[in-house]
């Protein structure tokens, strides 16, 4: 006989409610043991016998339960370790309920709870839960009485609606603000810079004195038209135009005298005023004398001076570096001795530094033997400093030791200069392969933090036809990095130093700024004040028959340098030799000058045939005495007087040729 089927409770809760929808018992008195379970009724067995081999076996009939409502029936959970819980005993008729048993089994399913509703908030994994063995990453909540079971199931999403009310959310007024967004930054900045564009005044770009025409001032409201070119040129000139003047502009050489230039706008405006009309009286007693002007101009020239290291006043270095030759210093450290003789007197770093490299000049020869003998010695410092004489590498390393010692920062730099051996590029010539080596040079830090290259052993002397010819060259000190990088080519490409921060390649560099081979110039050039930089035309070569006027200009190395102050005194005239059509008629020619820029116009048919030399003069003596400071005007008055004698020196050499192949 089968038990009966009795009804089946998931917690202990719905079996103690159950029991008290009955109403058929009464509580048990508090305080005392609980009285056992009663025991489990006895199974009758079956003496009807065995019965094609089973034995068959009777329950005993379990007693009516009284006709009260049963409870419903809840879902069985799946997820559940025990697939069947036993039938609890039939109760009988009584007021009391029996006792409980104490639940041993901790794998028994805890009590299902209503679903939750969805929310944004992670829901943590409840501990201790033993409806779970598996699931802790399940997106619902374990107690869900959705019937899949969490066994198997790791990423459920399912829900059912349920009953149950969660707390009220949580007062958001009560948390901190969240910071804004990046959308929202971006919204108020644009907003912070659209106010500002209509507070603030706009103001006219700066323009050069020279080169902006007169134009009204721009201001926050819209400017008036422009003039009509018919009436005065009396527009108000551009009030930040004098805020340019400050620095001098760079000064152009004339145009040729063939060029005729039209009559600009500017012109017609000048002879508007009656012819009838008397100009205004000048006004006499506000007029600055002769001497006020010549003090306010060499005021301002020395101002410039001295921020440019050409024209700047070396004297007291130069003086100084002259006074203690080598065999005066003492043997134990001369090092320590010449930076402070040198460099002690003088708090500008580029005093310092002058006053090294001049005393290289006067105490250092070339050595001519050694090198031209392909036996170069090592030496250090002091045996360099004793012997007088060393390769660029020895001025270099002592020109970096007595910089070091008195507190300048110096470095030796080596790559490739153009000097004795150099053979410049010809028209269309491929530059040799990379070979930055051969020479050395120095950078030292002077003043404003600013590193300056210079050539100790270029600045001394120069070498030809295998002998030493001490020259002092203080361009080699003075020489902007840009110009110096020239005729150097460092190995490391952070030696340049250049003011725009530029690295030339290797091929650039070979090839110089001229196409082809560069006109030879001549240093006696340089010490009276003439740049070789801007010569033009640049190269060696002139053809004749181009038809062309041909302009040679040049000009000074500096704006504000004066031959008396900072050369040898009065400038020199300069000529130019020619030898006339297809060169049958030799003259010499002076050139023209503003006191900045030299120039001449001549055309190339009357330079002179192809294979023929023209140079530029400068004219020394004239008559058996100094030529310094001979005008045009007096030249060709001692040359028109038959009896004249004259002298000069060479500073440019020039080549006649047919053409020059592209």
Same mark, same amino acid.
């Not at 829901?123 to 990453?137: A, D, F, K, P, Q």
């Given at each position: 006989m089968a038990d009966v089927e009795e009804p089946k409770f998931n917690s202990l809760a719905d079996r103690i409610a159950a029991l008290n929808r009955q109403k058929n018992f009464t509580s048990p008195p508090a305080g005392g043991k609980r009285p056992p379970p009663p025991p489990p009724p006895a199974k009758a067995s079956n003496t009807n016998g065995v019965t094609n081999g089973v034995v068959s076996v009777s329950s005993p009939t379990l007693p009516a339960r009284p006709q009260k409502r049963n409870p419903p029936n809840l879902s069985q959970r799946t997820n559940t370790t025990i697939s069947e819980i036993e039938a609890p005993p039939s109760l009988p008729g009584r007021d009391a309920p029996p006792p409980l048993p104490t639940r041993k089994n901790s794998a028994q399913p805890s009590p299902a709870l209503p679903a939750r509703r969805p929310s944004a908030q992670p829901?943590?994994?409840?501990?201790?839960?033993?409806?779970?063995? #598996?699931?802790?990453?399940s997106t619902m909540s374990n107690l869900s009485l959705n019937p899949v079971s969490s066994r198997t199931s790791t990423t459920s999403t399912e829900t059912q609606p349920g009953r149950r009310v969660l707390a009220p959310a949580l007062?958001?007024?009560?948390?901190?603000?969240? $910071?804004?967004? !990046?959308?929202?930054?971006?919204?108020?900045?644009?907003?912070? +810079? +659209?106010?500002?564009?209509?507070?603030?005044?706009?103001?006219?770009?700066?323009?050069? +004195?020279?080169?902006? $025409?007169?134009?009204?001032?721009?201001?926050?409201?819209?400017?008036?038209?422009?003039?009509?070119?018919? !009436?005065?040129?009396?527009?108000?000139?551009? @009030?930040?135009?004098?805020?340019?003047?400050?620095?001098?502009?760079?000064?152009?050489?004339?145009? $040729?005298?063939?060029?005729?230039?039209?009559?600009?706008?500017?012109?017609?405006?000048?002879?508007?005023? @009656?012819?009838?009309e008397a100009p205004p009286p000048v006004p006499l007693s506000s007029r600055p004398t002769m001497a006020q002007i010549d003090a306010v101009t060499v005021r301002a020239s020395t101002n410039q001076a001295g921020s440019c290291l050409i024209c700047r006043d070396f004297s007291a270095p130069d003086t100084v570096a002259a006074q203690y030759p080598n065999h005066s210093l003492p043997r134990h450290d001369? #090092?320590?001795?010449?930076?402070? #003789?040198?460099? *002690?007197?003088?708090?500008?770093?580029?005093?310092?530094?002058?006053? /090294?490299?001049?005393?290289?000049?006067?105490? /250092?020869?070339?050595?001519?033997?050694?090198?031209?003998?392909?036996?170069?010695?090592?030496?250090?410092?002091?045996?360099?400093?004793?012997?007088?004489? &060393?390769?660029?590498?020895?001025?270099?390393?002592?020109?970096?030791?007595? &910089?070091?010692?008195?507190?300048?920062?110096? #470095?030796?730099?080596? *790559?490739?200069?153009?000097?004795?051996?150099?053979? @410049?590029?010809?028209?269309?010539?491929?530059p040799p392969p990379r070979?930055?080596?051969?020479?050395?040079?120095?950078?030292?830090?002077?003043?404003?933090?600013?590193?300056?290259? /210079?050539?100790?052993?270029?600045?001394?002397?120069?070498?030809?036809?295998?002998?030493?010819h001490k020259q002092f060259k203080p361009q080699m000190f003075c020489l902007a990095n840009e110009l110096f990088g020239l005729k150097h080519f460092p190995q490391d490409d952070r030696y340049f130093f250049r003011n725009d921060g530029r690295i030339p390649t290797w091929e650039e560099y070979m090839i110089g700024p001229v196409r082809g081979e560069k006109a030879e110039f001549y240093g006696t050039a340089t010490d009276e004040g003439i740049s070789e930089f801007t010569f033009s035309p640049a190269e060696k070569h002139i053809p004749v028959y181009s038809g062309e006027v041909l302009r040679f200009q040049f000009s000074k190395v500096c704006e504000h340098w004066v031959p008396e102050r900072n050369g040898k005194g009065r400038s020199y005239l300069l000529l130019m030799k020619i030898h006339g059509l297809d060169g049958r008629k030799e003259d010499i020619v002076p050139l023209e000058t503003d006191g900045f820029w030299w120039w001449i116009d001549v055309p190339a048919r009357d330079l002179g045939a192809p294979g023929q030399t023209i140079f530029l003069y400068a004219l020394t003596t004239l008559n058996n005495r100094d030529a310094r400071?001979?005008?045009?005007?007096?030249?060709?008055?001692?040359?028109?007087?038959?009896?004249?004698?004259?002298?000069?020196?060479?500073?440019?050499?020039?080549?006649?040729?047919?053409?020059?192949?592209?």
């Open positions: 829901l943590r994994s409840r501990r201790g839960s033993n409806s779970s063995e #598996v699931s802790h990453i007062d958001q007024a009560k948390l901190p603000p969240l $910071p804004p967004s !990046r959308k929202e930054r971006e919204a108020q900045a644009a907003k912070e +810079a +659209a106010e500002r564009e209509v507070t603030d005044v706009i103001k006219a770009p700066l323009l050069s +004195a020279r080169s902006a $025409p007169a134009v009204p001032q721009v201001g926050s409201r819209p400017g008036l038209p422009p003039r009509l070119p018919s !009436r005065p040129g009396n527009s108000p000139a551009h @009030p930040q135009a004098d805020d340019g003047a400050s620095t001098t502009p760079r000064r152009l050489p004339p145009p $040729p005298s063939a060029f005729v230039r039209p009559p600009s706008t500017f012109d017609s405006s000048r002879n508007t005023r @009656p012819r009838d001369p #090092v320590g001795y010449l930076a402070s #003789v040198l460099c *002690g007197p003088f708090p500008s770093a580029t005093d310092k530094a002058r006053a /090294i490299f001049t005393w290289c000049h006067h105490n /250092i020869a070339y050595n001519v033997e050694e090198f031209f003998g392909k036996c170069i010695k090592g030496r250090n410092v002091e045996e360099t400093i004793f012997h007088g004489k &060393a390769v660029c590498q020895g001025y270099a390393e002592v020109y970096q030791a007595i &910089a070091q010692r008195a507190g300048l920062q110096c #470095v030796v730099v080596g *790559g490739h200069g153009k000097g004795y051996g150099y053979k @410049p590029l010809t028209r269309g010539e491929p070979n930055p080596s051969g020479h050395a040079w120095n950078a030292v830090c002077i003043d404003n933090g600013e590193w300056k290259l /210079i050539d100790a052993c270029w600045g001394a002397g120069s070498v030809g036809d295998q002998q030493y400071g001979v005008t045009k005007e007096e030249y060709y008055r001692a040359k028109g007087s038959g009896g004249y004698s004259m002298s000069w020196a060479i500073y440019v050499k020039y080549e006649l040729v047919s053409s020059i192949p592209f």
